[in-house]
T-cell receptor
Framework: AQSVTQLGSHVSVSEGALVLLRCNYS??????LFWYVQYPNQGLQLLLKYTTGATLVKGINGFEAEFKKSETSFHLTKPSAHMSDAAEYFCAVSVIRSFGNEKLTFGTGTRLTIIP | DTAVSQTPKYLVTQMGNDKSIKCEQNLGHDTMYWYKQDSKKFLKIMFS???????INETVPNRFSPKSPDKAHLNLHINSLELGDSAVYFC?????????????FGPGTRLLVL
């Protein structure tokens, strides 16, 4: 079974500073990895995903993440934080077994606060 | 042009009542899901359907019964609501076997059981 660990339930950074949200996964087979963002009282929006190929993936809103198999990590970064980045961020892993059996296993989330 | 929509957005009801949540997607996907997000923001899958066939059925009380009339719709009926059912319920959809399993979520239905 796969699992996800997000280190740090709360992260605060100053506006303009680097954002780093940590995610480690556990999977017995090559995983698909995702980052989702949830703004208050809204649904989850896909930020980026890693399936195969290039290990550095770029997503929306200037975010990117790097898949490191040796470290079983998929950390999310953004060079310069904006106030609008304040939200809850979820890392998720999926192991494709068969059609329709593609459940996402989520981490517990990291709340990102931006300090003006 | 909402991709995944849910109704209602908010649902306040009394313990013991029966309620339904509806989900529709216009992305042309063939797989749909229900997730539950608890008060601590933890997300857990409940069900998945592929082409109207139930695929994933996690450990969910029998009071919860999903139904998929067609590929674009997935409804969730809850019988005899309990206080612990209070949560946000998210519908999601994907195209099985493509897009790297990326799932697209609806805005959620906030259920409060009093």
């Amino acid at each position: 079974a796969q699992s996800v660990t997000q280190l740090g339930s709360h992260v605060s950074v100053s506006e303009g500073a680097l954002v780093l949200l940590r995610c480690n996964y556990s999977s017995s087979v090559p995983p698909y990895l995702f980052w989702y963002v949830q703004y208050p009282n809204q649904g989850l929006q896909l930020l980026l995903k890693y399936t195969t190929g290039a290990t550095l993936v770029k997503g929306i809103n200037g975010f990117e993440a790097e898949f490191k198999k040796s470290e079983t990590s998929f950390h999310l970064t953004k060079p310069s934080a904006h106030m609008s980045d304040a939200a809850e961020y979820f890392c998720a892993v999926s192991v494709i077994r068969s059609f329709g059996n593609e459940k996402l296993t989520f981490g517990t989330g990291t709340r990102l606060t931006i300090i003006p | 042009d909402t991709a995944v929509s849910q109704t209602p957005k908010y649902l306040v009801t009394q313990m013991g009542n029966d309620k339904s949540i509806k989900c529709e997607q216009n992305l042309g996907h063939d797989t749909m899901y229900w997730y539950k997000q608890d008060s601590k923001k933890f997300l857990k899958i409940m069900f998945s359907y592929n082409n109207k066939e139930l695929i994933i059925n996690e450990t969910v009380p029998n009071r919860f019964s999903p139904k998929s009339p067609d590929k674009a719709h997935l409804n969730l009926h809850i019988n005899s609501l309990e206080l612990g059912d209070s949560a946000v319920y998210f519908c999601a959809s994907s195209h099985a076997g493509t897009s790297g399993g990326a799932q697209y979520f609806g805005p959620g239905t906030r259920l409060l059981v009093l």
